[in-house]
């Protein structure tokens, strides 16, 4: 499975991911508005690749994926869905390394992640969750064309929850804002 954008390549986590993965969520920016993350070692970050993001794959067929630059080959983070049992939801994600903020990467690929997801797995929905304080996350959800839903707990955090429906939203996805915000 390969996704592809104007400027970036989506692929399989691979275990050797993990160096660049761990040194991504070392950084305090990175990971402030997400708790309890398992980083203390390339180890740990390793085995979590192997029990989360292979084994979706795996379950699932689909899970996060490593974005790389098209241009340089650099790993810039992860974005793609996961499938959540607990509340029978599939879930949009994505991180970046820091000095890949602010340029439209994470935009660019979570609309390819969706556009795969509502046409080629056939989803017809899928959500997206953050702390109600990371803009920059929700941000991204609302120029995706994600509506909110709720505020909810989940993981033992307050999180606001946007939704995104096949049938009603797939031909905006990304094309433009949907107003509403918690
Ligand atoms: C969230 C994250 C993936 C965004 O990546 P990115 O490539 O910078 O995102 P984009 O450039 O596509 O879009 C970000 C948008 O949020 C806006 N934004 C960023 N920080 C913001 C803030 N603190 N307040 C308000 N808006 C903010 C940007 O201006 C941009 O909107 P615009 O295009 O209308 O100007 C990145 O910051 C990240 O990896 N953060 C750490 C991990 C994380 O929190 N992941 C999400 C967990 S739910």
């Given at each position: 499975m390969l996704l592809e954008t104007k400027r970036l390549l989506l692929r399989r986590f691979r275990l050797e991911d993990a160096e660049d993965a761990f040194a991504m969520n070392q950084d305090p920016r990175v990971t402030?508005?997400?708790?309890?993350?398992?980083?203390?070692t390339v180890e740990a970050v390793k085995h979590l690749i192997q029990t989360t993001t292979l084994s979706d794959y795996e379950k699932y067929g689909y899970g996060r994926m490593a974005i790389i630059h098209?241009?340089?080959?650099h790993f810039m983070g992860f974005s793609g869905l996961k499938f959540l049992p607990d509340l029978q939801e599939v879930d949009l994600g994505y991180r970046l390394?820091?000095?890949?903020?602010?340029?439209g990467y994470a935009t660019e690929a979570a609309q390819v992640v969706v556009r795969y997801g509502f046409e080629?797995?056939?989803?017809?929905r899928i959500i997206a969750m953050a702390m109600r304080d990371n803009r920059g996350s929700i941000r991204v959800m609302q120029k995706l064309g994600m509506r909110f839903w709720k505020v909810s707990q989940y993981a033992g955090h307050e999180v606001v929850v946007y939704e995104l429906t096949h049938t009603a939203d797939t031909s905006q996805a990304g094309e433009g804002l949907t107003p509403g915000s918690p």
């Open positions: 402030r508005f997400i708790p309890g993350e398992s980083n203390a098209k241009t340089d080959g390394i820091q000095r890949d903020w602010g340029q080629t797995l056939g989803l017809q």
